[in-house]
């Protein structure tokens, strides 16, 4: 089972940029506003230039944020669709290092969220 709370960083850093990726059980609206007002309580996270966010609930509600990454909460959304994840959301943070990655941003958002499902399979979380 997802626990509440579940922090990877470091996962990515490609050309000055680093990537997070967070992800927690959620089973409301309301939780997922909770959960995401956790991660921003760090300054560090509130200040990130982007959290791309997706969560499925078990009741069929999909949500996404891209914050400013148009299609990576897509991304997010179809890959927990594919595991089969429900009541859960998954934030991949991005901090910019100064330089565009273009396309490779997405192919980063992949590798955050995939690290995570990995380390959960894995026991590592």
């Not at 791309?52 to 400013?68: C, H, P, Q, V």
């Not at 959304?77 to 934030?91: H, K, N, P, Y």
């Not at 396309?103 to 499902?117: A, E, I, P, Y």
């Amino acid at each position: 089972m997802l626990p509440d709370f579940i922090q990877f960083m470091g996962v990515v850093s490609d050309r000055g940029s680093k990537y997070a990726v967070t992800a927690g059980r959620v089973t409301s609206d309301a939780d997922i506003k909770a959960f995401l007002k956790r991660l921003k309580k760090t300054k560090k996270f509130a200040k990130a230039t982007h959290n791309t966010w997706a969560a499925r609930l078990s009741d069929g509600t999909e949500i996404k944020n891209d914050d400013g990454e148009g299609g990576a909460g897509m991304i997010i959304l179809q890959m927990l669709a594919r595991e089969g994840m429900e009541d859960t959301i998954v934030v991949v943070t991005r901090w910019y290092g100064g330089t565009h990655l273009g396309g490779d941003r997405f192919r980063h958002v992949k590798t955050s969220v995939q690290h995570l499902f990995d380390a959960l399979r894995s026991g590592n979380s």
